[in-house]
Antibody
Framework: DVQLVQSGAELKKPGESLKISCQVS????????IGWLRQMPGRGLEWMGV????????TYSPSFQGQVTISADKSISTAYLQWNSLKASDTAIYYC?????????????WGQGTLVTVSS | SYELTQPLSVSVSLGQTARITCDGY??????VHWYQQKAGQAPLLVIY???YRPSEIPARFSGSKSANTATLTITRAQAGDEADYHC?????????FGGGTKLTVL
């Protein structure tokens, strides 16, 4: 079975750095793009960017370019989302999801989400 | 930037048909995907490429599209269908989501 398992909830202070993870299993990690998506409290989904783990080719949403870094480690089938300096407005649930080119680039499998809370 | 517009909420009586719309300019040229998100859960793909269902999704869920509007139709609505529904497209390599529609089953 395809699974995407994300790291646990985080409570951070403004200005701190953070790296959350998404470990996949049940398929070949390097054959599919992985996306990261944000959902702020009570709001809809926002696409942040995608990475192709085979060569780390990455595309960012203009809204998130320069604000976060997406990376991947092929050796442990894990994708990452990283901040250098968190803001209170980064408080949200973050999801990773597999993008399937055979399904017209739909996100067909999702992680359980990581709640990031940024508060002083 | 490209935008998708969904109604904030839709209500349907138990056993009746719910229709959730997603409006976008020139939507006819794009593949529309629909995700169901129940309270406290991660999204679940229910329709991809306008009208195709993943194998685990019941046939009560269907999708259609015209020039500027995509529609998710849920027939014989059940209490378990109560959720937020999000439409999504790709616009020049950028992922775009609608604001989401809360479906209430009365």
């Amino acid at each position: 079975d395809v699974q995407l398992v994300q790291s646990g909830a985080e409570l951070k202070k403004p200005g701190e750095s953070l790296k959350i993870s998404c470990q996949v299993s049940g398929y070949t990690f390097t054959n599919y793009w992985i996306g990261w998506l944000r959902q702020m409290p009570g709001r809809g989904l926002e696409w942040m960017g995608v990475i192709y783990p085979s060569d780390s080719d990455t595309t960012y949403s203009p809204s998130f370019q320069g604000q976060v870094t997406i990376s991947a480690d092929k050796s442990i089938s894990t994708a990452y989302l990283q901040w250098n300096s968190l803001k209170a407005s980064d408080t949200a649930i973050y999801y990773c999801a597999r993008r399937d080119s055979s399904l017209a680039l739909a996100f067909d499998h999702w992680g359980q989400g990581t709640l990031v809370t940024v508060s002083s | 930037s490209y935008e998708l517009t969904q109604p904030l909420s839709v209500s349907v009586s138990l056993g009746q048909t719910a229709r959730i719309t997603c409006d976008g300019y020139n939507l006819g040229s794009k593949d529309v995907h629909w995700y169901q998100q129940k309270a406290g859960q991660a999204p679940l793909l229910v329709i991809y490429s306008n009208r195709y269902r993943p194998s685990e999704i019941p046939a009560r869920f269907s999708g259609s599209k015209s020039a500027n509007t995509a529609t998710l139709t849920i027939t014989r609505a059940q209490a378990g269908d109560e959720a937020d529904y999000h439409c999504q497209v790709w616009d020049t390599s950028t992922g775009v989501f609608g604001g989401g529609t809360k479906l209430t089953v009365l």
